[in-house]
């Protein structure tokens, strides 16, 4: 192996080297420039001398793999890579600002802050899944955010892209990462499962909101076995003012089998941006951990834990989408919200994770003053909420895949698409309305939606008129 | 330079002729054979007179157990492969049976290498079925990337300095780089009988400058091929398991 090259001032591949400004166990960082680059340059340097541990080989190569595949404004963009035959390397943007672990000594966070931060992360994780790759190794270390607002996830050395071989798959005979961070099935060498991620999430969502980490800090496997089979605090016993909706949605990121958890990031995402939705269970009224008896049940049943099928993360997220169906209540035909329940019902069918918002744009006036109570005095707001929720009845979902929304705008085409964006929405559902006098004077909301969302939008026409006219119920895609 | 690689042709000419189509769609420069041109499928002879004018061309092939086969009664086979080669060297004629004997074991091309089975001993036509086979054969040679066939499935194996292995089952259409630090063997599925459960052809292409491979699939007319089998009247297994890629 060739001698790093790496010193100030000194040219790799185009690159003029400054200044160093971490040294790590594994790599070290340099800041970097390059004449046809203007944007501020980091270069990962792998440590490859003699002695040095070969993880931070296997784990660099990962990073190598990973990094150029990944696009978007949740992981740093990544200009070019080096090999081993001559200088190792990584070139990635430099993101101003410094991860989440200097927030360290402020914890614990008030919990609205809390809940937004985590909030950001879900969204960056759901955005790196989509992309196929797990990323395991989440902790406050490995989180930045962007100056507009956006989660940054960086350092890919211990990810799995679902697409690529897994350098690290038989590499270590020990599970490898950050022990408090790790769930469970990591230790028994799942690498394919991306709830693995949302359990990391959990493990941050708990120590920033309590102060304290959920299966504390030990490294022995010993110590990080213990979370097979043994539940943690519940943060209610260590803080009496926690939100039991809170809770619910750590101890739930916490499960020890992954097919408690959320299904997908993206889920959780959405329970933190509607706090008041997410349902709650027995997880969000307990308030110590499970008996000893239970415990120790598990701790001896793990032999006949299920045998795992081989996950595959495009389907497993493909399985799990949100859907949302805009409703119109007040003057919807009951043939086309009839026809509306009809579609959803056979969507959600084939998708037993899936979870479905009903919503409804509360219309309001451009220039008049508008009264949150109609003409009867009642509050047209959780009026609507009632109507949607009606509507849902005969679906029989549970009550955690089911969320209601009324929406107030002046324009109802831009804020269902503003919702579908900022939820994730991956197939809105929506009724056209044929031959109305306002769709002739204002223009088709589902037009709109069906041209400018960036999911899959379905738009469906009542039976009457889909056999008026061919083509009805056409699935824009 | 992009490689296009194509291994267990077994005479399906509507496979070949698929695989080639898209690979030059696809930009290949250079081919690579990687051996059984012929056995189980009914068109040997035009596979082989293509094989041997892309080699007059400069592409680069080696021999498989069905090649040698067909000019040696010693090579063991089953029953339904027995027949087919049986019926194959019937059909050739003296220059394309002489094409398929002198066709070399195995080709080193810089740091690459080619051959039909594995590297450690070409002339036993081992499988390479598990990371243990994967590391004999990395084991017995320097090169970067060994490119090799003959189990029908394509898979993707590597192994570090420190000899560790990883195996992958690659995705179609996903360029995969083959990392300078460690040792690779690409497992090619097959062009003319796919086994992997999808009947359409199997072949990869290797960009030799980034070193990536992208293992690609050609559907082709899988009823033609398998009607050519039946009205030879060949075992009718080798038709029906095309439709099936098994």
């Given amino acids: 192996m060739p001698k790093p090259l790496v010193k100030s001032g000194a040219e790799i591949d185009g690159y003029t080297i400054g200044e160093c400004v971490h040294a790590g166990g594994m790599a070290t960082l340099w800041t970097v420039t390059h004449p046809g680059i203007d944007v501020p340059l980091l270069m990962k340097i792998p440590r490859v001398s003699e002695g040095e541990d070969p993880a931070a080989i296997v784990s660099f190569e990962m990073e190598m793999m990973i990094l150029p595949r990944l696009a978007g404004p949740h992981v740093p963009s990544c200009f070019g890579t080096g090999d081993f035959a001559h200088q190792a390397y990584v070139v990635i943007e430099r993101i101003v600002g410094t991860t989440l672990y200097k927030r360290l000594p402020d914890l614990p966070l008030p919990y609205e802050e809390a809940r937004q931060l985590v909030a950001g992360i879900a969204t960056a994780l759901a955005d790196l899944h989509r992309q196929n790759v797990i990323h395991h190794d989440i902790k406050p270390s490995s989180i930045m955010f962007r100056g507009s607002g956006e989660a940054v996830l960086i350092d890919y050395g211990l990810s799995h892209h679902n697409h690529l071989p897994d350098l690290l798959q038989e590499e270590f005979r020990l599970p490898y990462g950050t022990a408090p961070y790790m769930a469970p099935e990591r230790l028994l060498g799942v690498r394919d499962d991306p709830r693995s991620d949302l359990f990391s999430l959990g493990v941050l969502l708990y120590f920033f909101t309590t102060g304290e980490r959920p299966f504390g800090e030990g490294e022995t496997l010993r110590a990080m076995r213990r979370r097979l089979w043994r539940d943690p605090h519940p943060p209610r016993k260590l803080r009496a003012d926690y939100p039991p909706w809170l809770q619910e949605v750590v101890l739930r990121c916490l499960e020890i089998e992954p097919v408690w958890r959320y299904p997908t990031a993206s889920q959780l995402a959405f329970d933190l941006a509607h706090p008041d939705q997410v349902r709650l269970t027995t997880r969000s009224e307990r308030m110590k951990r499970d008996p000893l008896s239970v415990a120790w049940r598990r701790r001896f049943n793990q032999g006949v834990m299920q045998p795992r099928a081989k996950a595959d993360v495009a389907a497993q997220i493909a399985s799990s989408p949100i859907l949302a169906v805009a409703l119109d209540t007040e003057e919807g035909a009951p043939e086309l919200n009839e026809a509306l329940r009809v579609t959803t019902e056979r969507i959600l069918a084939t998708l037993p994770s899936a979870r479905l918002a009903c919503v409804n744009v509360l219309k309001l006036n451009r220039i008049a003053i508008d009264k949150t109570l109609d003409e009867q005095g009642s509050n047209k707001h959780v009026d609507r909420l009632v109507a949607l929720r009606h509507w849902a009845t005969p679906l029989k979902l549970d009550e955690s895949r089911l969320t209601a929304h009324v929406l107030e705008a002046v324009d109802p085409a831009a804020a269902l698409l503003e919702f579908a964006e900022m939820n994730s929405v991956?197939?809105?559902?929506?009724?056209?309305?044929?031959?109305?006098?306002?769709?002739?004077?204002?223009?088709?909301?589902?037009?709109?939606?069906?041209?400018?969302?960036?999911?899959?939008?379905?738009?469906?026409?009542?039976p009457r008129m889909a056999t008026a006219k061919p083509g009805a119920g056409v699935v824009w895609g | 330079m992009l490689l296009a690689v194509f291994s267990d042709i077994h005479g399906n000419r509507q496979a070949f002729e698929a695989c080639l189509k898209l690979a030059r769609a696809k930009g290949a420069e250079r081919f690579i054979l990687l051996g059984d041109f012929v056995g189980y499928g009914a068109d040997p002879e035009w596979v082989v007179d293509t094989a041997m004018e892309l080699v007059a061309q400069g592409a680069v092939a080696v021999r498989g157990n069905h090649d040698e086969a067909v000019n040696s009664t010693t090579e063991s086979m089953n029953n339904e492969a027995q027949i087919a080669i049986e019926w194959t060297r019937g059909r050739l004629d003296a220059a394309q049976r002489r094409f398929?004997?002198?066709?070399?074991?195995?080709?080193?091309?810089?740091?690459?290498?080619?051959?039909?089975?594995?590297?450690?001993?070409?002339?036993?036509?081992?499988?390479?079925?598990?990371?243990?086979?994967?590391?004999?054969?990395?084991?017995?040679?320097?090169?970067?990337?060994?490119?090799?066939?003959?189990?029908?499935?394509?898979?993707?194996?590597?192994?570090?300095?420190?000899?560790?292995?990883?195996?992958?089952?690659?995705?179609?259409?996903?360029?995969?780089?083959?990392?300078?630090?460690?040792?690779?063997?690409?497992?090619?599925?097959?062009?003319?009988?796919?086994?992997?459960?999808?009947?359409?052809?199997?072949?990869?292409?290797?960009?030799?400058?980034?070193?990536?491979?992208?293992?690609?699939?050609?559907?082709?007319?899988v009823a033609a091929a398998a009607g050519r089998i039946r009205e030879n009247g060949l075992p009718p297994w080798l038709a029906d398991r095309l439709s099936q890629g098994r």
């Fill in chain 1, 426 to 462: 991956d197939h809105l559902i929506i009724g056209a309305r044929q031959g109305s006098f306002r769709r002739t004077l204002l223009g088709s909301v589902s037009s709109k939606v069906a041209s400018e969302a960036a999911c899959t939008v379905t738009v469906v026409r009542p």
């Fill in chain 2, 100 to 221: 398929l004997a002198e066709l070399p074991m195995r080709v080193e091309d810089t740091d690459r290498l080619f051959v039909h089975s594995e590297a450690s001993s070409p002339q036993r036509w081992t499988y390479v079925r598990s990371t243990t086979d994967a590391a004999k054969s990395l084991i017995s040679t320097p090169a970067h990337v060994t490119f090799c066939g003959h189990i029908h499935r394509p898979a993707l194996y590597s192994m570090s300095v420190t000899a560790k292995m990883t195996s992958f089952v690659p995705k179609t259409d996903v360029p995969v780089q083959l990392l300078r630090g460690r040792q690779w063997l690409a497992v090619l599925g097959s062009v003319g009988q796919p086994r992997d459960g999808d009947p359409s052809a199997a072949f990869a292409l290797f960009d030799t400058v980034s070193c990536q491979i992208t293992y690609c699939r050609a559907p082709y007319d």
